[in-house]
């Protein structure tokens, strides 16, 4: 799943793409991809790009004051391409799910891998009519969130920072990924209870929260949208790595699985050498 970084440079990508450009046709390749019914997708037939920007990891194409709203999922992804097919794209078993015909012939679409159906598109007069966008946390790259800011959130929290971290509500823009790689560049186990955290700890959690965050921004900025996944996977330390060694202290990189995702992290680095309980592990144990 793409996160804030490689949204951030999908946004780059597509504001400097679009420049200029106006929309001549929205297609559907798939009904229930697209969340709101009014306005229409043929409202934005003809409005020119004004900008595009990011929410968390939501991308917003306005126009004219109406507003493109999508957010790519777990197995969604933007292909953008100079020349867009002439085929126009009808509901059915597209993998596509949305493309959009911009005035000098280019365009993008949205595709999503699998059967379970998660990207979802909007089209609204106002992005804060989204859900998703409407109970975004702060976004961690905002200049104004300090580290009083992050303290201020984290405290009473009774619950793991791993889980905190990938809240969308608690914080914009992290997932999976790079919550594993923020908490081991802070040395943190990903159990942690947010409320236990010293001030040192959050200090270190905030400071790699801003430099992993940041550090992936510049990796993945001015790649075209093609690269971007294997641009994110070759910046990860401990994130997909299971049974590979950390680069930080060379011990293997182990894995907590659940239901749906797992985490993976460092017993070394990161909860004083103890490996944590994993609930696939113990049950094959059993
Ligand atoms: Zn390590």
Redesign the pocket.
């Known amino acids: 799943m793409p996160e804030l970084p490689e949204v951030q440079a999908l946004v780059d990508f597509l504001g400097e793409r679009t420049n200029g450009l106006v929309i001549v046709g929205i297609e559907l390749g798939s009904i229930s991809v697209l969340k709101t019914y009014d306005p229409p997708p043929t409202s934005l037939h003809g409005l020119p790009i004004n900008s595009v920007v990011r929410h968390g990891k939501f991308i917003d194409i306005e126009a004219e004051g109406l507003h493109m709203v999508f957010h790519l999922a777990r197995a969604g992804w933007l292909r953008w391409s100079d020349t867009l097919g002439a085929t126009t794209i009808r509901p059915g078993k597209s993998p596509i799910a949305l493309r959009c015909r911009l005035s000098d012939g280019s365009g993008f679409d949205l595709t999503e891998a699998g059967t379970r159906k998660r990207l979802a598109a909007y089209i609204v007069r106002d992005p804060a009519q989204v859900p998703g966008i409407a109970r975004l946390g702060p976004d961690p790259m905002s200049q104004d969130f300090t580290v009083a800011n992050f303290a201020a959130l984290l405290e009473g929290r009774r619950t793991q920072v791993k889980g905190l971290l990938k809240d969308q509500g608690f914080l914009a823009g992290v997932g999976n990924a790079y919550s594993d790689e923020v908490l081991h560049a802070a040395r943190l186990s990903p159990f942690a209870l947010a409320s236990g955290l010293d001030e040192e700890q959050v200090q270190r959690l905030y400071s790699a929260l801003r430099d992993t965050l940041a550090g992936a921004v510049m990796a993945a900025s001015g790649k075209p949208a093609k690269e971007l996944k294997d641009a994110k996977r070759a910046g990860m330390r401990v994130h997909g790595r299971t049974g590979q060694a950390?680069p930080?202290?060379g011990?293997v990189v182990r894995e907590v699985s659940f239901a749906d995702s797992s985490l993976q992290y460092?017993a070394?680095?990161q909860t004083s050498g103890k490996p944590l309980a994993d609930r696939r592990m113990s049950r094959l144990l059993k």
Do not use: A, Q
């Open positions: 950390c930080v202290c011990d460092c070394t680095c």
